[in-house]
């Protein structure tokens, strides 16, 4: 099973807004309403931002949203700020024996 | 507030088998229905799931690293964990204790350890 695929980096300026793609298949993210995002900062555990495509966990900001489309989810960053500087991943549920997948990672600047 | 913290070796020799163990906190493990999973993260790399353990015992584990694996849950502990056997350096990583994923929470992972680095090296 192999990692969902993102961008390296994604770049924007404060007050911006910024998409992360996260391409499955038809075994993961184009068959299921299961993916999730994490954000990352450096030496730190990652924290769900984004589940169920689109649901945003209690005390996540409003500026974090999700969506999906065909075997492509995408996360939005509205109004970038400093503090979104972050690696940012995408998980799904998989039909294969791997059950569980995460995105290759993609490292947001903020310029 | 669910709080989960790793604990065991810093450092493991090659061949030699990495045992980590994680303490939930903050409420039983065995309440609700809930998946506990082991991810790691090699330095400067990507996440990667480890596998998971149910309170049941029952398990699901990635299959690049099934033969090597075992995930156990000790309730009466408040603790799971794992045993990576047969380790090399591309072992070497942080790793995280974590609750999910859960189908009744949207398959997402919403609690994590801190993490903790573990280095095979002779």
């Known amino acids: 099973q192999s990692a969902l695929t993102q961008p390296t980096s994604v770049s924007g300026s404060p007050g911006q807004s910024i998409t992360i793609s996260c391409t499955g298949t038809?075994?993961?993210?184009?068959?299921?309403?299961?993916v999730s995002w994490y954000q990352q900062h450096p030496g730190k555990a990652p924290k769900l931002m984004i589940n169920?495509?689109?649901n945003r966990p209690s005390g996540v900001s409003h500026r974090f949203s999700g969506s999906k489309s065909g075997n492509t989810a995408s996360l939005t960053i509205s109004g970038l700020q400093a503090e979104d500087e972050a690696d940012y991943y995408c998980?799904?549920?998989?039909?294969?024996?791997?059950?569980?997948?995460f995105g290759t990672g993609t490292k947001v600047t903020v310029l | 507030q669910v709080q989960l913290q790793e604990s065991g070796p810093g450092l493991v020799k090659p061949s030699q088998t990495l045992s980590l163990t994680c303490t939930v906190s903050?409420?039983?493990?065995?309440?609700?229905?809930?998946?506990w999973s082991w991810i790691r993260q090699p330095a400067g790399k990507g996440l990667e799931w480890i596998g998971r353990?149910?309170?049941?015992?029952?398990?699901n584990y990635n299959p690049s690293l099934k033969s090597r694996l075992t995930i156990s849950v000790d309730t009466s502990k408040n603790q799971f964990s794992l045993q990576l056997n047969s380790v090399t350096a591309a072992d070497t990583a942080v790793y995280y204790c974590?609750?999910?994923?859960?189908?009744?929470?949207?398959?997402?992972?919403?609690?994590w350890g801190q993490g903790t680095l573990v280095t095979v090296s002779s």
């Open positions: 038809s075994s993961d993210v184009g068959s299921y309403n299961y």
């Open positions: 903050g409420g039983a493990i065995s309440t609700g229905t809930y998946y």
């Open positions: 998980t799904s549920y998989t039909s294969n024996t791997t059950v569980y997948v």
């Open positions: 353990v149910y309170t049941s015992g029952n398990t």
């Open positions: 974590a609750r999910g994923p859960n189908s009744n929470n949207w398959y997402s992972v919403d609690y």
């Open positions: 169920g495509v689109s």
